[in-house]
């Protein structure tokens, strides 16, 4: 570059030697400029040559880092894989276990609770005797409860609940279960509300028992949770969705125990509660049958002021009236066949 600026400086032709000094000035001048800005592009390609060695290599030690990562999160999916395969064979063994244990308890407690009825009816025998009785078969109901509890968590657990399409008159079913309860609430001195909307379909199809089961559990867990006031049963029904609520004016439940009332075994102990007996298992049952169901059970509850739990189904009208007659409990009044007494 230099020997260029100098060959152009020698091919000026101009005589004045003031005018060639300008010029000589001014090409050197471009020199230094030019030199300067070859020295920045030079900096330049140079640091820019250096970043991408340090990004190539910053990029080559982030892949084997992502390497090892996929390496140890195979390793911990195997290892869960392992532990799944373990628990859910643990989990069938239980079932299987507290279905059998089911069947050999039920068999000889529906025997004793067969006879504890027909004693407790008998007028021969002595009012303290069959008092006696009658707490026996009181007991062994609550017993017979527990184990169908926990059948019904172990099948529900094992996914082997099977549902049924059951076609039923909507209304007979839900006056059956207000003319239960009423007798139950007047017992301890409460107000039974049952407010129904006006478009009920009359037959719908879904799981009877499974229904009935729910709305069970929800209203007999208002009752016996409320000591004073009332418990209110709406039902509405749109769109083919019906929406019932359960609302008492109990002592309510903080918001920390609102999900833990919906686990296993778990109720809620204070000082208004203490007395009050139970599994522990209805709400949890509950939940999961509406879930299986496709419906929902949600609650809202404030403390000292009551509680609300409100259950959502997909109920379908049926168009048709040849159903038969819901059938009415029935009452032991004797039995036929061989003694069973040993």
Excluded: C
Excluded at 91 to 106: F, I, P, Q, T, V
Excluded at 136 to 146: C, M, P, Q, S, T
């Amino acid at each position: 570059m230099r020997t260029i600026l100098f060959l152009i400086y020698l091919q000026i032709p101009v005589d004045d030697p003031v005018v060639k000094q300008v010029f000589a000035i001014t090409l050197v001048k471009i020199f230094f400029l030019l030199l300067i800005i070859i020295g920045v592009v030079s900096w330049l390609f140079i640091l820019a040559r250096s970043g991408n060695h340090s990004a190539l290599k910053e990029l080559r030690s982030l892949t084997r880092t992502l390497a090892k990562e996929v390496d140890a999160h195979e390793k911990t999916s195997f290892a869960l894989k392992g532990a799944k395969e373990v628990a859910e064979s643990a989990n069938e063994a239980k079932s299987r276990y507290l279905a059998g244990l089911s069947h050999e308890l039920r068999t000889p407690l529906n025997v004793l609770l067969g006879y504890a009825q027909l004693l407790s009816r008998d007028s021969a025998l002595p009012e303290k005797q069959r008092e006696s009785i009658t707490i026996v078969k009181r007991n062994g109901e609550h017993l017979a409860d527990l184990i169908e509890s926990l059948l019904e968590v172990s099948k529900i657990e094992a996914g082997r609940v099977t549902l049924q399409r059951d076609e039923f008159k909507l209304k007979v079913i839900l006056q059956q279960l207000v003319d239960m309860f009423q007798m139950q609430a007047s017992k301890k001195g409460l107000k039974f509300h049952y407010i129904a909307s006006a478009n009920l379909p009359d037959y719908v199809a879904t799981d009877k028992q499974r229904f009935r089961q729910i709305l069970i559990n929800l209203i007999s867990n208002a009752i016996k949770y409320t000591e004073k006031g009332s418990v209110t049963f709406k039902v509405s029904y749109r769109s083919e969705v019906a929406h019932f609520s359960v609302i008492d004016t109990g002592v309510g439940i903080s918001q920390s125990n609102q999900s833990l009332i919906f686990k296993p075994f778990e109720q809620i102990r204070n000082t208004h509660t203490q007395s009050i007996g139970g599994t522990g298992l209805g709400l949890t049952i509950s939940r999961s049958l509406a879930e299986l169901m496709g419906g929902e059970i949600t609650l809202t509850s404030n403390v000292g002021k009551g509680s609300t739990f409100n259950f959502r189904l997909m109920l379908f009208k049926i168009h048709h009236n040849n159903l038969e007659p819901e059938l009415s409990e029935s009452t032991a009044i004797g039995y036929q066949g061989k003694s069973r007494l040993s």
